[in-house]
T-cell receptor
């Protein structure tokens, strides 16, 4: 079992839909939970991160962490074609700056 | 946010030659740089961690003599793929961690070995 599991998709949604992206993990030592967006042939860009459990909102994006279930989510409201990208979840224990990445979910938002 | 500039973005080289990839931190000092390799539709695979002024730490299975990493200053880390072969063709990305949660990535280098 991999430390971080993420469905690669692709996930195809119409413009304006609410998108839900998810990751599960097995290492209970993870404390920081990050979401990165990666456009084709580009480096990942940090969208947002959460420390421990709870929710965090930033504009159209909401990150949720449920440590009891070892499950994290990223919600995108009012999705736009420009949101089409690969979304990578990542996690770290805090003791190390080396994150563990999921394989990424490819999202396609069609007009 | 912090900026990491990676160069070149694309390179095509002949088999047997060497290729150098540079990553510069433009507005901060990066004491540590991670180097990743990414295959299509796959996650980032950590190759090595470079630390300014000391030898890089390589992940298991990564050939030190093939992937030479140098971190001579607080703003520059380089990865040299030596004696490149077609199987080395991949997307290489550097990343400078700021905190346990925040890391800034270069734009990536697509290497094609023919």
């Amino acid at each position: 079992q991999k430390e971080v599991e993420q469905d690669p998709g692709p996930l195809s949604v119409p413009e304006g839909a609410i998108v839900s992206l998810n990751c599960t993990y097995s290492n209970s030592a993870f404390q920081y939970f990050m979401w990165y967006r990666q456009y084709s042939r580009k480096g990942p860009e940090l969208l947002m991160y959460t420390y421990s459990s709870g929710n965090k909102e930033d504009g159209r994006f909401t990150a949720q962490v449920d440590k009891s279930s070892k499950y994290i989510s990223l919600f995108i409201r009012d999705s736009q074609p420009s949101d089409s990208a690969t979304y990578l979840c990542a996690m770290s224990s805090g003791g190390s700056y080396i994150p563990t990445f999921g394989r990424g979910t490819s999202l396609i938002v069609h007009p | 946010g912090a900026v990491v500039s990676q160069h070149p973005s694309r390179v095509i080289c002949k088999s047997g030659t060497s290729v150098k990839i540079e990553c510069r931190s433009l507005d901060f000092q990066a004491t540590t740089m991670f180097w990743y390799r990414q295959f299509p539709k796959q996650s980032l695979m950590l190759m090595a961690t470079s630390n300014e002024g000391s030898k890089a730490t390589y992940e298991q299975g990564v050939e030190k003599d093939k992937f030479l990493i140098n971190h001579a200053s607080l703003t520059l880390s380089t990865l040299t793929v030596t004696s490149a072969h077609p199987e080395d063709s991949s997307f290489y990305i550097c990343s400078a961690p700021m905190t346990a949660a925040e890391a800034f990535f270069g734009q990536g280098t697509r290497l094609t070995v023919v």
